[in-house]
């Protein structure tokens, strides 16, 4: 029997899309998937789903999927991220050699990541942690691929990789090596924490349009955003959603409010505090999913609490304007953490590479991402031009009247807040901080610098007289 050149563990929604494309794109494939537990009509389900003109060969025995493939071999893990990936690699240890590699193509916390590349070394199997964006859709049609782990690695499984990515609009491949260890999966964690805010920042625009406008009116402005620079796939995704009926309903009313997670947001929050980033806006958006599945307790206080609607119109052009600005503000708190972890894991991620892969076949793509391609080509900041700066600058008053129109409603804002007190910090020569300091200074002896002398030198005082 010829061996396969790539092999697939997994064929869950994404794992058997990502194996279509595969094969579409003329590599011979062998896939398997464990039998049993719920999961033994999938291997069958996926052999009669493939046309005979493709070369793949389908197994539920682990040793015999392995002896299936050519050297080195090469196996994609789309299972689901945590322990099972563990349980996995060490049953593949057992038959893998040195130069094979194993890459994992879920949403794998990068710290494990940086932790199994570790461990596969001692035996010589390179471990590659790897971001796929896109969904289900992308998997199959052409999804963003953010590939970590090693340079050698990478000459194996690139040009397959590339293969199998979606296009940009120069028809290169929005697949890229981001950097060594744990980097593609970094950097698709900060995806998703970025596109929290994206979409909590969308939700808050139809929690404002909702009080004045129908489902059908809203769908038609975002439709016009959609059109021109605010152009986006979760904003083109929410028009389809706000037009989308069941029965004689919007489906949208019928969908119970409580906003799930699987952790990537909460994880790329937690990064940015550990490398001492603001990025208030993703973390904002996951607060804002957690404090909606209070779904019970929400209705227990609604009804003790005073509810008030004013009867203002909104002004649609501030809210346009307001988006604009969060969203750039958004963007910039995202690449700022990207581009600390590099730092400080010396990673060198190239952020106009990564910005050019995020503009096709992922979820953030859109034509912001585009227009970063050409600014990290220069910068490492999107502040670090005049442009963003002023564009935020001259509509930030617009933002501060949406925000007011909001609390004027009662509408919780959290996301567009966020953006408005963190650009307003941002942009603040003196801040409260000074205050901060004396305080860590009165009652733990802290210290503090002062602004009249050496940065260097550090002072306290003896508060109490
Ligand atoms: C993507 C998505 C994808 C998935 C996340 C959503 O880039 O294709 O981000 O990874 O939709 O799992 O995560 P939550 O379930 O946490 O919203």
């Known amino acids: 029997m010829t061996k ?4 697939i563990v997994g064929l869950g929604v994404m794992g058997s899309n990502l194996a279509l ?3 579409d794109r003329g590599h011979s494939l062998s896939v398997y998937n464990r039998g049993g537990e719920g999961e033994a009509h999938l291997l069958p ?19 015999e999927f392995i002896a299936s493939l050519e050297r080195p071999k090469k196996v994609l893990l789309m299972i689901k991220a945590g322990p099972a990936v563990d349980a996995v690699i060490q049953s593949l240890m057992l038959l893998l050699e040195e130069g094979d590699i194993i890459i994992d193509g879920g949403n794998s916390l990068y710290t494990d990541t940086v932790r199994r590349e570790e461990y596969c070394k001692n035996k010589g199997v390179h471990f590659v942690g790897m971001g796929v964006s896109g969904g289900a859709e992308g998997a199959r049609r052409g999804p963003s691929i953010m ?7 990478y000459e194996s499984i690139g040009a397959l990789l590339e293969s199998i990515a979606a296009k940009d609009k120069f028809k290169g491949s929005c ?5 060594i260890g744990g980097a593609g ?3 698709k964690m900060i995806h998703n924490g970025i596109e929290y805010a994206e979409m909590q920042l969308i939700a808050e ?4 349009l909702k009080m004045e406008y129908t489902y059908e009116e809203i769908a038609d402005i975002l439709e016009e955003w959609q059109g021109g620079e605010l152009s986006s796939f979760l904003l083109g995704c929410s028009v389809d959603i706000l037009r989308h009926r069941t029965g004689d309903s919007f489906t949208l009313d019928l969908i119970l409010d409580k906003a799930g997670n699987k952790g990537t947001g909460g994880w790329s929050s937690k990064a940015a505090l550990d490398l001492g980033i603001a990025a208030p806006m993703m973390s904002a958006a996951v607060f804002a999913r957690y404090q909606s599945s209070l779904k019970s307790e929400r209705i227990s206080l609604a009804q003790q609490v005073t509810q008030f609607a004013n009867s203002d119109s909104l002004s649609l052009s501030d809210l346009k304007e307001a988006y604009k600005a969060s969203r750039i503000i958004n963007h910039h708190q995202g690449f700022a953490v990207i581009k600390a972890a590099s730092d400080t894991y010396d990673w060198n991620i190239n952020l106009s590479e990564l910005a050019r892969i995020w503009t096709n076949g992922c979820i953030l793509r859109s034509e912001l991402t585009a227009d970063l391609v050409e600014l990290f080509k220069t910068n490492d900041s999107i502040l670090a031009t005049g442009s963003y700066v002023d564009e935020v600058d001259s509509t930030v008053d617009q933002l501060v009247e949406v925000i007011s129109h909001g609390m004027n409603n009662r509408i919780p804002l959290p996301c567009f807040q966020a953006a408005q007190s963190s650009w307003y910090s941002a942009t603040t020569e003196r801040l409260p901080a ?14 503090y610098r002062r602004v009249d002398k050496a940065e260097s030198e550090v002072y306290h005082t003896e508060w109490k007289k």
């Not at 697949?175 to 950097?179: E, F, L, P, R």
């Not at 625009?205 to 404002?208: A, K, M, P, R, T």
């Open 175 to 179: 697949c890229a090596h981001v950097g």
């Open 185 to 187: 999966h970094f950097v």
């Open 205 to 208: 625009v139809y929690d404002l």
């Open 45 to 63: 389900t996926f052999m009669e789903s493939v046309g005979s003109a493709h070369k793949v060969s389908g197994f539920d025995d682990l040793k």
């Open 434 to 447: 000074n205050m901060i300091q004396a305080q860590r200074d009165y009652f733990g002896s802290h210290t």
């Open 147 to 153: 590939v970590g782990g090693s340079t050698q690695s």
């Open 21 to 23: 494309n595969v094969l």
């Open 4 to 7: 396969s050149f790539f092999g």
